[in-house]
Each structure stands twice: as C-alpha cells, then as structure tokens.
C-alpha cells in the first residue's frame, strides 16, 4: 500500500497518555499505521494533554490515538476534549489500551472514556489491523474500503 | 560531573535533609530509631537473610493497593493461600512520579470509596508509622517495588519504615519507565538510595538492592540487561550495599534462559566485589500475555519450569490475570501456586540441557563487549562510561521509551527461539558476534521465507500473546491480534 | 486355548450374530451399510488420517455425559474454546460392565433430570442412529475411549455409528479395570474387536485402535507399560488392524518420560509388522492430582512441556479439576489451551536433554526382558505368552486390581525422581537390571537417611498431589494429605 | 504402635463398592490402618453390598469402610444399610473417596451419605491418618486417645 493511494495524507497523532511509559504497543501501532500509509506523528510516552492538542493543531491532524496502558487513564484523560475544544482542535479521538486498573468489565470502561469524549475505545486484544479499517471508515477514506470489499468479497 | 564514588557522609546528610522536606511524612524519618526498629524485628522478618539462606528458589509476587488494611490483608492472602516466602508492595504511579500530592489525592479518594484509585501502594503519602503498621502485622519479609526514577524519599520513608529490600536502579528504573530524565541524574539519586542502603547495612541493617533486570521486558537481549545489572551493582556496592540481587526477565527460549542466568550469577560474583553477597532473581515472562488465563497458566508452567532448572534465588511470579489489568489476590495467589508445583516437581531432577554451555559462554562474550565499552567510554569509571555508551548507542535498550537511550537495537528470535538483535545501532558487540547473530536471524529468515523486517519484530512481540514462541507468518488472518499480515505490507 | 491368530471369516460372523443380541441396539448394525456411511464422511473426520498426517502433537481431551445433545455442545465445546484436535466420548460405567439395562435406566434418568446420574455416554444404548449423530453434528474426529473389559457389543455399535478410533486392549483394559475377568476371556473379547476393525480397514476405512498405556496410572514403570502396549499392539495387527497408537502415560521425570516415549516409538515401530502405521499417544499425569486447580495448572503445564520434548502424536489432556471430579467443560477446555500454549512454546526449540540415550537404552532392554519372557511363556504365542506371564508374575503391573495380576511389583520413584521397582515379585529382569534399580533406589533411601518400605511407596503415590515429585519425609505433619508419618509408623 | 496395644484387636472391612476398580486409595489406607494396629479385611475393589455384609458378619467387624472414586456411588449403597440391618450386622459405617459426579459442593454429598445411613463421610482429601483418628474416636478406642493427647500436648 503506497502513501499515493490516498487523495490525501491522512494525519494521525500517536502517543501515551499521563505518566505512562509503555512504549510497545505505540510502537507497533506506529509501524503498522505508518506502512499503512498513514502520516504517524509519533510524541511517545508520557505525553500531556497538552502536547496532543498542540501536536494536533499543529499538524492539522486527522486522527489523536490516546493510548494508556498503566491504569491511570481515566484520571489523565480528564478535561481533554475540553482543552481540544478550547484550542478549536476538532479530530476524531480514539482511545485504546489497558483503561482500567484492575479486572474491569469492557463495557463499563467502554462508556466512562465515551462520556468523557472519545469517539472510540479500543482494548487491550485490538490488533493494529482493526486499528486501520476503524481510521479508514471514520475519516471516509474510500480508496481503501473500495479494496478492503474487493478483498474480503 | 557524576563519577562513581562514594557519598560522604556529609552529602549524604544534606541530601537526606533536603529531600525529607518534598512531603511532610519526611519528617518523622529518623535513621537512629530506624536502626533500633529494624533491630526489634524477628529474624524471619530479615529480607537478605531469608533470601540468601534459602536451600530453594524463593517465589514472591507483585502486588500493591491503595489503602493499608488492604495491602495488609492482599500480602496476607498471597502468603496464606499462595504460600509466597517474600511479599512485594508494589509502588502506584503517582509517587514514582513524585507526585505525592495527587497521590495523597488518590489515596483519599481510595479510603472514601473503596475503589482501587492508584495502581499501587503509596508508601511515601502512609509514612514511617503507616509502614511499619504494614511490616508488623504482615509476617513475612517485604519488598519495595516501584519503578521510581527518583526513589529518594521513598527510600529514606520505606527504609525508616522497616522495609529491607527494594528494587530498581539508576538505570532499569530509568531507561524503562520514563521518556525524559537523563541518566545522569538518576544516578546521582540512586547514589543516595545505595548510600542510604550502605549506612543501614554498616549499622548491622542489610538492605538488600535489587536492580530491575527484565527492563522494558520485551524481547531483551540477555547480554543487554547483564551488563546493566552489573553497572547497577558496581555503583551500588560503591556506596555500601552488600546484598545485591542481580535480575533477569524470561525470554522463553529454556536454553537461552537457563544460560542467561548462569552467565548473570557468574558475571556477578566476578565485576563485583568480594564483599558483596551476589544473589539472582529470575522474572517471569515480563512482556505481553495472552489474553486468556488457561493459555497465560502455560506460560507461567514455562517460567517455573525454566527457574527450576535454573534454580535462580528467587523467582518473581505473574498471574494468569497479567494480560487483563492488576490481579485480583486469587489470581495472584494461583500464579504462585502454579510456579510453587512446577518448581517443587522439577527442582528435585537433574536436568541438564545441551547447548547451555555455549550460549552462556556466547551471552558472557557479548557481556564483555559491552562492559569493556562502558569502561573505554568512562575512563574507568563506571558512572561516566555508562552515561556515555548510552549517549553514542553503544549501550542500548530495545524498546526503550527514555530520550537517554538511543532505542535503535531491535531483536528478533532466530529460529530456535532465542532473542537475537536484527538491528544493531550502534551497539558495542564484536564483529564475530554479529556474524553468529546474523546467521541465526538469517536461518530464520530462509524457514520463513520472507526478509528480515520489523514486521519479524512486531509479529515476535506478539507471539507468546498469540500462543507462540516465534511470531512466524501464519497464513490464517483471522485470529485476533495476529491480523494485519496481508493488508499491512 | 486362544492363541493369536486371526479370527476367521466365519468366526468374526458368528459372534457378531450372538453379540449384537445382547442390547435390543444391536441389530441396527450392518457392517455394507456402515461402510458406506464412512465412505460419506469428510477428510477432516477421518480419524486415522488426521492423526497420522499431523506435523504437531495433536490434543484430546476426555469428555462424556449421559445425554446427545449434551455431548454434543460438550464436544463443540472442547473443540472450539479448547481448540482440541481430537474429540473423545467417554462410555459410562454401566457400560462398562455390560450392564446395559442399568444404563438405560441412567441414561432415562438423565433425560428427565438433567442430572449427570452416569459418568459418560452410553452409546450402545444411543445405538448406531444416535452415534452418528453425534458424528454428523460435531466437526472433528472422535474416539470412543471407555476401559471396557468386554466391549465387543461397543465396538460393533460404535464402529457401525461411525467412530473410527476404539481405545483399549485385554490387557490394560483388564488388568487396571477390573477385579475377576480373566486375560483369556479379555484377549478373547479383543480378537473380535480388532477383527472387526481390521475388517473395516480391509475395506478401506481404517479404524485407529489405541491400547491403553497408562494402565492404573500410579507409577508404572516405562517398560512393563511398554511391554504390554507391543503385546496388545501384535494381537491387534494379527486380527488386520494398521492403524495403532500406542499409550504412555506421564511419570513426571522429563527424562525418563521422554526416554519412555521414545523407546515406545522405537520398539513400536521393530515389534509390529510393516504394515501397521504406528503412533503414540502420552498421556498427562495419571495419578492423584493435588486438590487445587492452581497447583493442578502445573501439573498440567509439566505434561505440556514434556511433550513439547518428547513429540508424542498426540497429547492426552487433565483439566485443572481433575482432583475433584468430572470437570466442566470450560476446565477441560483450560487444561487443553494450558496444554496447547506450552507445547506450542516449547517445541520450536531444539531441546536436547542429557541422559534421554542412557536412560531409553535401559527402558528398550527391560522392556526386551518382559518380550522374552512373553515369548518363553507363550512358545511364540503371544497371547499365551501374555496370560501365563501374569499368572506367573513374569508380568506384572503395579496397583493392579485385579486377580489376572500378581500385583506384587512395587514401584518408588529414585533420588532423580525416576520410577523404579523396588519390590521384583516374580517380574522377569535380569540381574543387572535389578541391581541398577537397587543401587538407585538406595541412594534414596540414604538421602532420606531412612529405609526402603511400602511407606516411601505410599509417599510417593502421593507427592505429586501434595506438590512435590517424589515423596520425602516431611518434619511438618501438620498438611492435609501427608499427616500420619509420626503416627502410623 | 503394636497390635497389643489394643485391649482387642479391632477389626475393619474396607472395600471399593459397585463396580469401581480405584485400588490406590484403599491400598493406602490397608497399609496405613494395618501398620496402626487394626485387623484389615481388605475386600478389594468391585465389592458388592452383600460381599461387605457377610464379610462383616462373618469376622464380627467393628466397622465398614466403603470407597467409591468413579462416580457412582449413590447408586451403588442405595439398600446398603438396610442390608446390613436384615443382615443384623451392627457397625460404624464410614464412607470415602470421590463421592459425586462433577464439581459437587461436598456438604450436598455428606447429607446425601449420611441420609443412606453412613456414620461418616469423607471427601477425597482425606488422610489416612485422619480415618485412623476418627476410628479410635467412633470406637471408643483409649489407650491411643490418652497417647495422641499426650502428643498433640
Ligand atoms: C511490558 C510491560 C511493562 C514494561 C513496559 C516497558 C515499556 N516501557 O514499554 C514495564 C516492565 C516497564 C512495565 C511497567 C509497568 N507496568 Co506494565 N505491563 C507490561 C505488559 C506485560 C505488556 C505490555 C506490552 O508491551 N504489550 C504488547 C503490546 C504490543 O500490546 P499493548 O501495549 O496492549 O498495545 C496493543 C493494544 O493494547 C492496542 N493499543 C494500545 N494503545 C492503543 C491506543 C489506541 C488508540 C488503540 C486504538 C489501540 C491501542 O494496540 C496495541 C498493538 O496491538 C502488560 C500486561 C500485558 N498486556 O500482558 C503490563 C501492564 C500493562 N503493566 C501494568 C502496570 C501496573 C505497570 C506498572 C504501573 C507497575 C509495575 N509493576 O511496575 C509499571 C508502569 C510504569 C509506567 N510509568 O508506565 C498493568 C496495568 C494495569 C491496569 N491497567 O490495570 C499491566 C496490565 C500488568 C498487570 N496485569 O498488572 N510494564
Ligand atoms: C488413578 C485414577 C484412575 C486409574 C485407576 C487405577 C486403579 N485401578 O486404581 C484408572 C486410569 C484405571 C482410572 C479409571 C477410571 N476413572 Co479414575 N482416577 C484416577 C485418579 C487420577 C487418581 C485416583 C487415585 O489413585 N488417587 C490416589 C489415592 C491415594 O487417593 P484416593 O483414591 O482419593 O483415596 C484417598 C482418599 O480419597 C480417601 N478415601 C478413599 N476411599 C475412602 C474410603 C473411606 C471410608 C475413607 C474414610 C477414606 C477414603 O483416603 C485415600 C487415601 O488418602 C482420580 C483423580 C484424582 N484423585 O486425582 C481419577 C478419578 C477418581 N477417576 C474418575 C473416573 C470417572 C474414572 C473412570 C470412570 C473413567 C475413565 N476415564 O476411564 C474409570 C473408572 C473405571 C472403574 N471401573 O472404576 C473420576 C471420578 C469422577 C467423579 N467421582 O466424579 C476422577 C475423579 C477423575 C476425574 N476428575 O474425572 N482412574
């Protein structure tokens, strides 16, 4: 899959949330959305509220994917889509990782980060490759879905 | 500039006044009476004693609430049901960050609601009294397990709280778990933390150290986290630590690991000094789980089989819960037992493996390289040299998220199983080294046909997650986290 | 006298006549019509071709309840979230005893309870229809699996309902199963079972018939396991069976059950004809299991890895309640993902174990010594051999129930773990054999600075329940199943 | 411990009822009752109700011991005690092993057990040393009672 194939590069902005260093799973998302043809703008771990936001607006972003993996999501996530309001940053906001400390039920966290604002929630099982086809459909990227029916038909 | 020497007792006493003014609990910190408290404890409440008298591999677990009944009756559990000879008490996010307030924030809500608010206990916010409340009525040694860059006040809390071991290293609890803090400044804190474990040990008090071996517990190279564990273990016994246990996170290959930790027990009573009693723990399976406790219990039996023909001194175990999120105390308790039954059945056996020699003597060879660079890049001196190999890359962590390590050296398994490094940066190693690395990954490369790529890498860290050792390209698509094969090219 | 030779045509034809008489089910058999019915089945359910075309071990777990839609969804079960290979259906009890009016009534009972009031599936009761329903419905090839002593009535309803794999033998689903059948009348029974499978084989559907290796499954020496597996696997290739998968079951000591397994492929493959394609199946630990489903897990995760080293063509599963009682389906589902996670683990490695040649070699001339004296017993007839063998005690199986066995060998494991014997009865060794047990069995005793007796035996048979591999004294009576060393002595 | 301890050698039947063929329990518990100082009339395994009652009867029996691993034991003592009394034999009746079939609740099984006549039920993680204990205790045996305090003292 070449970087041609869309009409245009789609951004997304990449990075852990809070006070959490678990670098693996963003690096394997980054590889696999950066051979996908995405743009990846990768701010690594530990990365505040704010430098999404700025990152985003800065890059004139597609896409923020938050990842956390440490627990302590819910607590860091508090206030930011009212800071990406605020700063008039308007993306699509994923989530993904480990969102609750402890053996949470999916569906209870599933909800608390939606009413917190993001547009999905992903766990801890999403492969990289669900990861794309969800960018794909929700940024209306339809060189690529085109394919995928063609593939999958 | 920072050098590997020992603090005076003056700096030591200036830090430690600085330093117990970032939270009011520091105040109540005082080394006398911690001496006389230490002393009053019962012998089998003495941690280095316990570990470095053991006649088998000792197993103890993670674990760490909020609130202090809780962590008492979660330690309790985890000796009781799970037979545990060492407890933990794992460290939450906040206090690792320093970030006492937000932690007494936590720590209030936890009490309020009941929740588990904080992913660990904050030992700092419950101070002297609160750690001593938990040494006294739990009645088996404990350990402080963090992930703490800057471990300073938690030290001089968690020592004067009668803690006698704890975990983490300049380095290990550096390079692993943060993006932006250099190393030159977590040594000099540890410095302080093995000072303060010195002056402890001087009066009588062992305070057993032990650096973090599994690092960013994803496919490290064994040579990698040995030099780091001896680095850690220089410059702690520098500052008057004599117990010392040295670790190191499963790979899975039986061979490489049986190897890994001889190279390490031997490695460590050689470039440590004779004073130091050099003791080897051994992690199980530190990367990613599967997500299903019967298939995560096959991991575990691998890990417990592993430590039985290597008979480490102590084993850290996992839960079958470790994919999901924190453990309840059952699972973790089961983890224990599973490991307790592998180890118990097998320990007894006389096992000895083919090939063990010369991948230990490969792993000591690679050790070498490394550790010959850090002293060429430090003049001598190991403080120095360290901070500088990292600097040039030629001392790398794969994976690594800290601005202080180049994070360029990526592994692979060849076809074995054994992790070996695809991608050297620029990685101190010896060119015939890399040759038997090379040739290995390549042998892998031909099973598989397909090219050496961090697509190899990627499917590798998935592998155990997704049921296997090797992360070989499946032509099946549709299983889960294996997916992406066809479509991400 | 019964002498191994092949059933003629009309001999076969006569006692199916009588046999199919004995449960009103019977006479829905009729072996054109079933031929064809195998003829209609998918590759994927063709038993003999699945297991000998596998390129890893494949898993089985055990599995049976009284009613066809439960077994179905049980079977389903196994196969989807235990992902097993190959199915099973265990036959009930009454079954078992040919008492099958008490498991129609049982079987009734079920149906209007829902109870599980038999321990498995009746299937002569389900007759042929119900059988092949079961076939039909469930998507991966099953084997009937019972310890039936006399299962003439069995095979016939279950080969005609569509089973392509029958375990069992008359000797290892006589000797463990019962306490008065004799061995003529069980090798008598066999004759026509294996007739009648060599005679679905002749016409081109292989039926896969598997003696029963572990026998009573609480320390069995390897080679009088191994003895007998060639014993049952020549009569069965004399009556034209080709497809044999011979058992073992688990002693716990890596090498010696890898030695094990590799002498019973060996000796397989040099005492059976040319013609027969033969297999081996290990089974995971046998005996007692601890009562605990955490410690069970190592159990378990020990099978897994010593399979992953042997490379058996299947595995036979326990799941993590096999303590307590028949499992649920979602634990026998666990013991096999345990199971599946180590082996898929572990057996990319190239693990080479140290004494696996020495310690085969002397499993392949014990077991060469049982031969002989089969031979010598027999006058070249094996299953004369066979029976005056046990009479005379030249054969024997520890535990043995029944009177067809002296029941005087006594098994204790050695100092490494390994099963030895420690009282020789009349079993046919030679000398120097005995003298290698003996010489083993005193290093024991010395360790334990105690004398060889039935109470180290008794230990044994409970080590592994209690968490250990062999039974050592213990100062701690206080723990559950090994109180009594002060007491009973 | 001798037999001459005991005023009277006391004697117990031990079986495996139905058509159970688990022969390790009560070889264990042979060897352990045995070596305590009972008479054992081991009956093995497969032993029917009027095997156990005349065996009994004919050695004027202290106690009965049935075990039962496979599963099917309610089955296989319903009538026993019944038997026993046209019978006129007069023991303590214990019963062990695997009682139910499945992942039963073991006091469902002992108030099952117990309501077919058994004096004691005992679950499969019974010690030898515990039926011996139970013994001297049900048969009023002193002389151990009076030793096992001195030695629990
Ligand atoms: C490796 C590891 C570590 C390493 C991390 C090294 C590093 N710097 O990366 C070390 C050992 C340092 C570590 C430390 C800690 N860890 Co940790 N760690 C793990 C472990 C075993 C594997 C994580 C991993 O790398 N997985 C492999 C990658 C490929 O998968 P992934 O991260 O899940 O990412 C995938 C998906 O989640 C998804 N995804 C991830 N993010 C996003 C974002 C979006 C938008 C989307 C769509 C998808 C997505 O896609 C990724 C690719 O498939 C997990 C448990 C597990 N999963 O088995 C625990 C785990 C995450 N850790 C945990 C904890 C508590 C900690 C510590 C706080 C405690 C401690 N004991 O020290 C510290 C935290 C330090 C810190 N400041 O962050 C807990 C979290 C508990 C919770 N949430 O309830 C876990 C679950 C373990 C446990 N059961 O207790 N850890
Ligand atoms: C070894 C074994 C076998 C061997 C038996 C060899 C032999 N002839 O003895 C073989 C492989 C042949 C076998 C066959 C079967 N088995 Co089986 N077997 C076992 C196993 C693994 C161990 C039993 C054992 O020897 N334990 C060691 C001894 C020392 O302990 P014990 O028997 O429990 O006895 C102690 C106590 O229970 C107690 N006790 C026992 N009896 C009594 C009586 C009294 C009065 C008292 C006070 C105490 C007492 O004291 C004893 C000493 O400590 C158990 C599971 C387990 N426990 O781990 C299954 C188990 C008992 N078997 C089981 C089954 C179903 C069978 C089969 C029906 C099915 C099959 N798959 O073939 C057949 C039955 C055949 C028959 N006709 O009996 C089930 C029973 C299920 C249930 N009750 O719900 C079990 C629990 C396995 C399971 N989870 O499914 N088995």
């Not at chain 1, 799973?25 to 509220?49: C, H, K, P, R, Y």
């Not at chain 1, 008039?88 to 993904?96: L, M, N, P, R, W």
């Not at chain 2, 937000?102 to 929740?115: I, V």
């Not at chain 2, 040995?226 to 702690?236: P, S, T, Y």
Request: aromatic share 6%; hydrophobic share 35%; net charge negative.
């Amino acid at each position: 899959m070449q970087l041609g194939e869309y009409c245009m590069p789609t951004t997304v902005i990449l990075g852990v949330i809070g006070s959490d260093a678990h670098v693996v799973g963003i690096t394997i998302l980054d590889q696999a959305l950066s051979a996908a043809g995405f743009d990846v703008e990768n701010l690594g771990v530990q990365t505040s509220q704010e430098e999404f936001a700025a990152a985003a607006s800065e890059h004139d972003a597609d896409a923020v994917l938050v990842s956390s993996l440490y627990g302590h999501a819910e607590q860091d996530c508090q206030g930011f889509h009212e800071l990406l309001a605020r700063e008039e940053v308007d993306v699509t906001t994923y989530i993904g990782g480990n969102l609750a400390v402890g053996q949470d039920d999916f569906e209870q966290t599933r909800t608390t980060f939606r009413k917190l604002g993001f547009d999905k929630v992903f766990d801890s099982e999403t492969a990289p490759e669900e990861v794309i086809r969800s960018l794909e459909r929700d940024l209306g990227i339809s060189t690529r879905e085109a394919e995928t029916d063609r593939v999958q038909a | 500039m920072i050098r590997d020497e020992r603090l005076t007792a003056d700096e030591l006493q200036r830090i430690d006044e600085r330093i117990r003014d970032d939270w009011p609990t520091g105040s109540a910190v005082d080394f006398e009476e911690a001496i006389a408290y230490h002393e009053s404890l019962p012998a089998h409440k003495q941690f280095a004693d316990v570990l470095e008298s053991a006649d088998r591999p000792l197993l103890q677990p993670r674990a760490g609430v909020p609130c202090l009944d809780d962590q008492v009756s979660l330690l309790e559990h985890l000796h009781g049901e799970g037979a545990a000879d060492l407890l933990p008490t794992t460290i939450d996010s906040y206090t690792r960050d320093n970030e006492y307030g937000k932690a007494q924030e936590g720590l209030e809500n936890a009490r309020e609601s009941g929740d588990a608010t904080l992913n660990g206990f904050p030992a700092v916010n419950h101070g002297v009294e609160g750690c001593r409340e938990l040494v006294d009525r739990v009645d088996a040694p404990i350990e402080v397990r963090h992930g703490t860059p800057d471990a300073r006040l938690l030290a001089a809390v968690t020592f004067a709280g009668g803690f006698q071991s704890f975990e983490g290293g300049p380095i290990s609890y550096n390079i692993p778990y943060t993006k932006e803090g250099s190393l030159a400044q977590t040594i000099e804190h540890w410095q302080y933390v093995d000072r303060l474990a010195g002056a402890y040990t001087e009066r009588g008090v062992t305070i057993n150290r032990e650096p973090f071996g599994p690092l960013t517990g994803t496919l490290v190279p064994p040579s990698i986290a040995i030099a780091i564990m001896l680095v850690e273990g220089k410059l702690a016994a520098t500052q008057g630590v004599r117990s010392l246990t040295l670790g190191y996170g499963q790979v899975g290959n039986v061979v490489q690991d049986v190897a890994a930790l001889r190279a390490l027990r031997k490695l460590g009573n050689e470039y440590l000094r004779d004073e130091v009693c050099v003791t080897t723990v051994f992690h199980e399976w530190m990367g990613g789980f599967p997500p299903d406790e019967a298939r995560a219990n096959g991991v575990i039996g691998l890990g417990g089989t592993t430590a039985a023909i290597a008979r480490p001194d102590k084993v850290i175990t996992k839960s079958p819960q470790e994919f999901q999120g924190v453990p309840t105390k059952e699972a973790n308790a089961a983890g224990l037992r599973t490991t307790r039954q592998l180890i118990d059945m097998v320990v007894e056996q006389d096992i000895v493996l083919d090939g063990v020699d010369e991948e230990q003597a490969l792993i000591e060879r690679e050790t070498r390289c490394l550790m010959d660079a850090i002293e060429a890049h430090g003049d001598g001196d190991v403080a120095q040299g360290t901070i500088e190999a990292f600097e040039s890359g030629a001392l790398d962590v794969p994976f690594a998220p800290s601005d202080a390590a180049e994070g360029a050296v990526l592994p692979a398994r060849d076809d074995d199983g054994r992790v070996r490094i695809f991608e050297w940066g620029e990685l101190a190693m010896d060119d015939d080294i890399k040759e038997i690395h090379r040739a290995r990954l390549a042998d892998r490369a031909e099973t598989e046909g397909r090219k050496q790529s961090f697509r190899m890498v990627a499917d590798d860290v998935d592998a155990i997650s997704d049921g296997k050792l090797i992360g070989r390209p499946t032509s099946d698509t549709g299983g889960g986290r294996d997916g992406g094969e066809t479509r991400a090219d």
